[in-house]
């Protein structure tokens, strides 16, 4: 589908689009299968979503893959995610690198368990140096965290005295995040119906566009992201400006 067939507009298509992928366990249930499986059919759509970006000129795709709150699931699920993100990334990372994406990882990855952290390590330095979609993977990621952490990291600079506190912008605040030199989404959706953020990129989603579908992820494809990129495509941001009134 290409962004004619899409009927979207080239020139007003979303730098950056993050997804919170919500309803793979739910999709699994419905069908009496095991959570895991749920999950599995979400790689489809996950990949639908980054050949669809790529094809449209999306420059960040930014998909919530696991978050720090996850690790509460039973442990069974826990290692089977695990595992599955480990082979995905393995499997897939060749693939994206001929495609041009270059992989990012947005999380503390030291928490991670060692294999995984050292292919994710892998992929990232094999698609360092490609100039297409930056695809960053929110991998025990939570923004409440992520801001704390970027708080710390200031704090240790005024502490050893390289930092004063008066000096400390937005900018400057923004820089310390795990990933400084994103731009902020532009469109963040989530699919499965919830309407709430789930502690997702707190500080970079101030002015983001919401878009929420009923529709699990396991069942999103490029016509339905084609859908939320056409609602965008139809609305006025204003990022907390009154339009001037007509005279």
Not at 6 to 24: T, V
Not at 127 to 145: Q, V
Not at 162 to 186: N, V
Request: some cysteine.
């Amino acid at each position: 589908m290409t962004l004619s067939e899409a009927g979207l507009d080239p020139e007003r298509i979303p730098r950056h689009i993050a997804i919170i992928m919500d309803g793979n366990g739910r999709w699994a249930r419905q069908r009496g299968l095991a959570r895991i499986e749920g999950h599995r059919q979400g790689d489809t759509s996950v990949g639908e979503a980054i050949e669809a970006c790529r094809d449209w000129g999306v420059q960040y795709l930014t998909p919530y893959i696991f978050s720090v709150e996850n690790w509460r699931r039973s442990e069974e699920e826990v290692q089977a995610l695990m595992f599955l993100i480990e082979m995905v990334a393995r499997r897939e990372v060749e693939t994206l690198h001929r495609k041009d994406v270059r992989i990012h990882v947005q999380g503390r990855m030291d928490e991670l368990p060692d294999s995984l952290r050292e292919e994710l390590e892998r992929d990232c330095a094999r698609t360092r140096e490609n100039c297409g979609l930056n695809l960053i993977l929110a991998l025990n990621y939570g923004g409440r965290r992520e801001i704390v952490d970027a708080a710390r990291a200031l704090a240790a600079r005024v502490a050893e005295g390289t930092l004063r506190p008066e000096e400390i912008s937005e900018e400057l605040f923004a820089g310390a995040l795990y990933q400084p030199g994103m731009p902020d989404p532009d469109l963040l959706i989530r699919t499965g119906g919830e309407m709430r953020i789930s502690n997702f990129l707190l500080w970079e989603i101030a002015y983001s566009e919401l878009y929420v579908t009923p529709l699990l992820w396991p069942d999103f494809r490029r016509e339905h992201l084609a859908e939320a990129v056409r609602d965008y495509q139809g609305r006025e941001r204003r990022f907390g400006a009154v339009p001037a009134l007509e005279a």
